[in-house]
């Protein structure tokens, strides 16, 4: 009887911790990228059976509102099929996305926010995104196809922008929140500087944010399982 209690207890405690855990790609990307590397398997497998595991597709290189109201949808159709709570994992401008959703109401399926070198003060090169993609005819060059498309995108998420300011002082949910930071690189610091990833440099967000450190690369990796695992591991 003493075991029949003891394994029913492990197994409550199992049930009521797991999650489901949301994985969002960045900027001119796709969901696809969580899979490529490997990620989003070797998630699966290491928490089978306990965290439910999802990549979203976003529409990437369209506005940070456009982007978080499709992510809201998203979440409301996940929530349909479960009860567990959401912890989102963003990379990049996919971090900034799911922030959005944690200033908004009716939130409280969310618990925690990882965000992946995410340009929460903005970005260098987004600056200098935004300028090119308004010189004539910059589209049609090769590898700026998505330069005009992305304007707003840049002019959002340009460093010191009007809109992250304005979110970074509105009230954010309590949750979860973990910021995986890169090692400094030239490239990962002109995409986001290592004080732009960190959100406990949002005014909104001071002292609330655990901080993990990474490798110097900006990009998804292999090996970036081992860091959000831990992640998700602090947020349980």
């Known amino acids: 009887m003493k075991k029949l209690i003891a394994s029913l207890s492990i197994l409550v405690s199992f049930m009521a911790s797991a999650d489901v855990v949301v994985l969002l790609h960045g900027y001119d990307s796709n969901a696809n990228v969580w899979f490529s590397t490997g990620v989003h398997q070797n998630l699966n497998k290491k928490y089978a059976g306990k965290h439910t595991i999802y990549s979203l597709p976003l529409p990437s290189t369209a506005p940070l509102m456009y982007q978080a109201n499709t992510l809201s949808r998203h979440l409301d159709a996940i929530n349909n099929k479960h009860d567990e709570p959401i912890i989102l994992v963003g990379h990049s401008t996919g971090g900034v996305v799911a922030r959005m959703l944690l200033t908004k109401k009716n939130t409280s399926n969310i618990k925690g926010l990882i965000?992946?070198?995410?340009?929460?003060?903005?970005?260098?090169?987004?600056?200098?995104?935004?300028?090119a993609s308004g010189m004539p005819f910059i589209g049609v060059l090769p590898g700026f196809e998505t330069l005009e498309e992305s304007k707003i995108l840049y002019g959002n998420l340009r460093w010191k922008?009007?809109?992250l300011k304005n979110l970074n002082t509105m009230r954010h949910?309590?949750?979860?929140?973990?910021?995986?930071?890169?090692?400094?690189?030239?490239?990962?610091?002109m995409i986001s500087s290592q004080y732009s990833q960190n959100m406990n440099s949002i005014p909104a967000l001071r002292g609330r944010?655990?901080?993990?450190?990474?490798?110097?690369s900006h990009g998804i990796r292999p090996y970036d399982v081992v860091t959000i695992s831990n992640a998700i591991d602090i947020c349980e």
């Open 115 to 131: 965000s992946v070198s995410s340009p929460h003060l903005g970005s260098k090169v987004a600056f200098i995104s935004n300028m």
């Open 161 to 163: 922008s009007p809109f």
């Open 173 to 189: 949910e309590d949750a979860c929140y973990v910021s995986i930071v890169r090692d400094k690189s030239l490239i990962s610091n």
């Open 209 to 216: 944010s655990y901080v993990l450190r990474s490798h110097s």
